[in-house]
C-alpha cells in the first residue's frame, strides 16, 4: 500500500457531512492491494463530485484515483477507448472532440472520473434516447482486496459487471476502463430554449422533443400562483456542420472564498430566478452554441459550491414513474415553495426506458427532479425527509450520488435489489453512505 498523505479531509461536493478519513493517492494500477498492510475499510474515490456520503468512508481510507490519469488506446476507427480510472471526462473530452468523438453520455460537470461515472452508473440529458453511462463501457478491470483482479464484461463475470455499474464503488477498484465514444461533425449544438409555464407545458414539449437528443428544463421552484412552476425548456443536438473542433475552454473565474450563510436567501434567490428566466428575452430562441456552456453551464466558475458557505448544501434528486409523475412531481414542488426554503439550480427531466445492465442503476422511466438547498440549522433537514418519504409513496427512488438524508428503510424500499449487490460487496469496502443506509438492516 502507499504512505498515508497528511491530507486529512476529503470533501464531497456538497461539503456534508464532515468526515475525518485518511486519504491514499493511488498512481500505478497494480498499487492496490500490495504488501499485508492493507487498512480494514477502504473505499475508491475519483473527483469528490458526488454531493453527499458515497464517496466518503468515516474512519476509512479513500484510496484516491486521481494519479490514474493515463489514456491506454484509442481505436480512431470505432471511437474505442481504454484509459485509467482517473482519467476525467474533462480530459476525454480534450482529446476525443479535436479528433471527431464525443462522450456517450456526460453529467452536467465534465470533472468526474471514469471511475466515478461507472460506479453511480451516470446519466445526462440524453437519457430518454440513450440510457446511462454503464451502457456505453464495454468492460473494466476490477481489483479486490484479496489481489484477485478480474476483467468484467457482458461475457466475463458478469455478476461483478452488473453489480459493479452503479455498484457505488463497494465491489472493489476499477483500474481502467473501456469507453464507447460517438462520433461528431462539430463541437457545435444547435440549441433551442423555450419557455414554459407549468408542468404540462413542460411535459408536452418534453414528449414534442423527445427525437432531440439533449433535453433538459431549468424550473424556477420559489415562485407560486401563475408563476408556479415555470421554466426554461432547452434542448439541442450536435451540428451537422463541419467545421474546427480543437478550441479548447478552461475555467477562468473561481469563487475564492466561502460565501456567508445570509447571502443565499429568499429573496436573494426570488431575484436569481426572476433574471434567470428573463434572461431569455424571446418566448422561443434558437443558436448555435458550443458544446461546453450546452452541458456545463457551472464548469467555468471553479469552486462554485463555495457559495453555499461552509455548512455547505444538500442536493435532492428523485426519479417519480410516469404513473404518479406529473402529479408526483407538482406535489413535490408544491412543498418545496411551500417550505420557504428556495434554489436556484432546479432541473426537469424525462428519462427514457432504456435498461442499464448495473443492478443498482437510478435511472427508471419518469421524470427526474434535482435541486440544491442550502443548509440551515433547523429547516433543510426536515424538508428533505419530508421529501423523502413523499418520493416513496410516490413509487420513486432517490439517487445515492446526491444523497446525505435518506434513511436505511428509505434505501432499501427504493433499492430492493442491495442485497444481491452486498454479496458482490468486497469485504474490505465500504462507504459512510452504505454503512448509514444497511447499518440497521
Ligand atoms: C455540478 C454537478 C453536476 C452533476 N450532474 C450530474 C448529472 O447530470 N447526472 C449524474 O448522473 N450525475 C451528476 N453529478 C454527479 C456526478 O456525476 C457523480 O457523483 C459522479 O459519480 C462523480 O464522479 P467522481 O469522479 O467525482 O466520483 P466520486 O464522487 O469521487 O465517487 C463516486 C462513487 O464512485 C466510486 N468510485 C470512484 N472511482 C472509483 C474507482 N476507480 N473504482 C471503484 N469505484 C470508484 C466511489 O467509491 C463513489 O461511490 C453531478 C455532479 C456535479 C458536481
Same mark, same amino acid.
Given at each position: 500500500?502507499?504512505?498515508?498523505?497528511?491530507?486529512?479531509?476529503?470533501?464531497?461536493? %456538497?461539503?456534508?457531512?464532515?468526515?475525518? !478519513?485518511?486519504?491514499?493517492?493511488?498512481?500505478?494500477?497494480?498499487?492496490?492491494?500490495?504488501?499485508?498492510? #492493507?487498512?480494514?475499510?477502504?473505499?475508491?474515490?475519483?473527483?469528490?463530485?458526488?454531493?453527499?456520503?458515497?464517496?466518503?468512508?468515516?474512519?476509512?481510507?479513500?484510496?484516491?484515483?486521481?494519479?490514474?490519469?493515463?489514456?491506454?488506446?484509442?481505436?480512431?476507427?470505432?471511437?474505442?477507448?481504454?484509459?485509467? &480510472?482517473?482519467?476525467?471526462?474533462?480530459?476525454? #473530452?480534450?482529446?476525443?472532440?479535436?479528433?471527431?468523438?464525443?462522450?456517450?453520455?456526460?453529467?452536467?460537470?465534465?470533472?468526474?472520473?471514469?471511475?466515478?461515472?461507472?460506479?453511480?452508473?451516470?446519466? %445526462?440529458?440524453?437519457?430518454?434516447?440513450?440510457?446511462?453511462?454503464? &451502457?456505453?463501457?464495454?468492460?473494466?478491470?476490477?481489483?479486490?482486496?484479496?489481489?484477485?483482479?478480474?476483467? !468484467?464484461?457482458?461475457?466475463?463475470?458478469?455478476?461483478?459487471? !452488473?453489480?459493479?455499474?452503479?455498484?457505488?464503488? #463497494?465491489?472493489?477498484?476499477?483500474?481502467?476502463?473501456?469507453?464507447?465514444?460517438?462520433?461528431?461533425?462539430?463541437?457545435?449544438?444547435?440549441?433551442?430554449?423555450?419557455?414554459?409555464?407549468?408542468?404540462?407545458?413542460?411535459?408536452?414539449?418534453?414528449?414534442?422533443?423527445? /427525437?432531440?437528443?439533449?433535453?433538459?428544463?431549468?424550473?424556477?421552484?420559489?415562485?407560486?400562483?401563475?408563476?408556479?412552476?415555470?421554466?426554461?425548456?432547452?434542448?439541442?443536438?450536435?451540428?451537422?456542420?463541419?467545421?474546427?473542433?480543437?478550441?479548447? *475552454?478552461?475555467? /477562468?473565474?473561481?469563487?475564492?472564498?466561502?460565501?456567508?450563510?445570509?447571502?443565499?436567501?429568499?429573496?436573494?434567490?426570488?431575484?436569481?430566478?426572476?433574471?434567470?428566466?428573463?434572461?431569455?428575452?424571446?418566448? /422561443?430562441?434558437?443558436?448555435?452554441? @458550443?458544446?461546453?456552456?450546452?452541458?456545463?453551464? #457551472?464548469?467555468?466558475?471553479?469552486?462554485?459550491? *463555495?457559495?453555499?458557505?461552509?455548512?455547505?448544501?444538500?442536493?435532492?434528486? !428523485?426519479?417519480?414513474?410516469? *404513473?404518479?409523475?406529473? @402529479?408526483?412531481?407538482?406535489?413535490?414542488?408544491?412543498?418545496?415553495?411551500?417550505?420557504?426554503?428556495?434554489?436556484?439550480?432546479?432541473?426537469?427531466?424525462?428519462?427514457?426506458?432504456?435498461?442499464?445492465?448495473?443492478?443498482?442503476?437510478?435511472?427508471?422511466?419518469?421524470?427526474?427532479?434535482?435541486?440544491?438547498?442550502?443548509?440551515?440549522?433547523?429547516?433543510?433537514?426536515?424538508?428533505?425527509?419530508?421529501?423523502?418519504?413523499?418520493?416513496?409513496?410516490?413509487?420513486?427512488?432517490?439517487?445515492?450520488?446526491?444523497?446525505?438524508?435518506?434513511?436505511?428503510?428509505?434505501?432499501?424500499?427504493?433499492?430492493?435489489?442491495?442485497?444481491?449487490?452486498?454479496?458482490?460487496?468486497?469485504?474490505?469496502?465500504?462507504?459512510?453512505?452504505?454503512?448509514?443506509?444497511?447499518?440497521?438492516?
Amino acid at each position: 500500500m502507499p504512505a498515508k498523505s497528511k491530507q486529512p479531509v476529503f470533501e464531497s461536493w %456538497g461539503r456534508y457531512p464532515k468526515v475525518d !478519513c485518511h486519504v491514499a493517492p493511488l498512481f500505478w494500477r497494480d498499487e492496490f492491494p500490495r504488501g499485508t498492510r #492493507l487498512p480494514p475499510a477502504v473505499l475508491a474515490v475519483g473527483m469528490g463530485r458526488s454531493y453527499g456520503d458515497v464517496c466518503l468512508l468515516e474512519g476509512g481510507t479513500l484510496l484516491s484515483t486521481r494519479g490514474l490519469d493515463r489514456f491506454l488506446h484509442f481505436e480512431p476507427s470505432t471511437g474505442l477507448l481504454r484509459c485509467e &480510472s482517473g482519467v476525467t471526462l474533462a480530459q476525454i #473530452l480534450q482529446f476525443a472532440v479535436p479528433r471527431g468523438w464525443f462522450l456517450p453520455v456526460s453529467p452536467g460537470t465534465k470533472y468526474v472520473s471514469v471511475g466515478g461515472a461507472i460506479a453511480n452508473d451516470i446519466h %445526462g440529458k440524453n437519457h430518454h434516447i440513450a440510457g446511462s453511462f454503464g &451502457s456505453y463501457v464495454p468492460s473494466f478491470e476490477l481489483v479486490r482486496s484479496d489481489g484477485a483482479r478480474m476483467v !468484467c464484461s457482458a461475457r466475463q463475470n458478469t455478476d461483478f459487471y !452488473c453489480a459493479t455499474i452503479g455498484g457505488m464503488g #463497494l465491489t472493489g477498484l476499477i483500474t481502467w476502463a473501456e469507453v464507447q465514444l460517438r462520433p461528431i461533425a462539430s463541437r457545435k449544438i444547435r440549441y433551442e430554449g423555450i419557455k414554459f409555464s407549468g408542468i404540462d407545458e413542460f411535459l408536452s414539449l418534453s414528449s414534442s422533443g423527445n /427525437h432531440v437528443e439533449y433535453t433538459v428544463a431549468w424550473i424556477d421552484c420559489i415562485s407560486r400562483g401563475r408563476n408556479f412552476a415555470r421554466g426554461i425548456y432547452m434542448q439541442g443536438d450536435h451540428s451537422e456542420i463541419i467545421e474546427p473542433k480543437n478550441i479548447s *475552454r478552461e475555467p /477562468h473565474l473561481a469563487v475564492p472564498f466561502d460565501f456567508p450563510g445570509w447571502v443565499l436567501n429568499r429573496t436573494s434567490m426570488r431575484i436569481f430566478n426572476e433574471l434567470y428566466y428573463r434572461k431569455q428575452l424571446r418566448h /422561443h430562441a434558437t443558436r448555435l452554441i @458550443d458544446y461546453e456552456p450546452f452541458f456545463y453551464p #457551472l464548469d467555468s466558475i471553479l469552486h462554485w459550491n *463555495r457559495i453555499y458557505g461552509k455548512r455547505g448544501f444538500l442536493q435532492f434528486q !428523485c426519479v417519480i414513474p410516469w *404513473r404518479y409523475g406529473r @402529479d408526483g412531481i407538482v406535489a413535490i414542488l408544491e412543498t418545496i415553495a411551500d417550505s420557504g426554503l428556495a434554489s436556484f439550480l432546479a432541473v426537469l427531466k424525462v428519462m427514457g426506458d432504456r435498461p442499464s445492465p448495473g443492478l443498482m442503476s437510478f435511472p427508471q422511466p419518469g421524470i427526474t427532479l434535482a435541486l440544491d438547498i442550502a443548509i440551515q440549522p433547523g429547516v433543510t433537514f426536515p424538508l428533505f425527509d419530508r421529501l423523502a418519504e413523499m418520493t416513496r409513496e410516490l413509487g420513486g427512488r432517490l439517487y445515492p450520488a446526491k444523497d446525505a438524508r435518506m434513511t436505511g428503510p428509505q434505501f432499501r424500499a427504493f433499492y430492493p435489489q442491495w442485497r444481491q449487490l452486498s454479496e458482490y460487496r468486497d469485504p474490505a469496502f465500504t462507504s459512510s453512505f452504505w454503512e448509514r443506509v444497511t447499518g440497521d438492516a
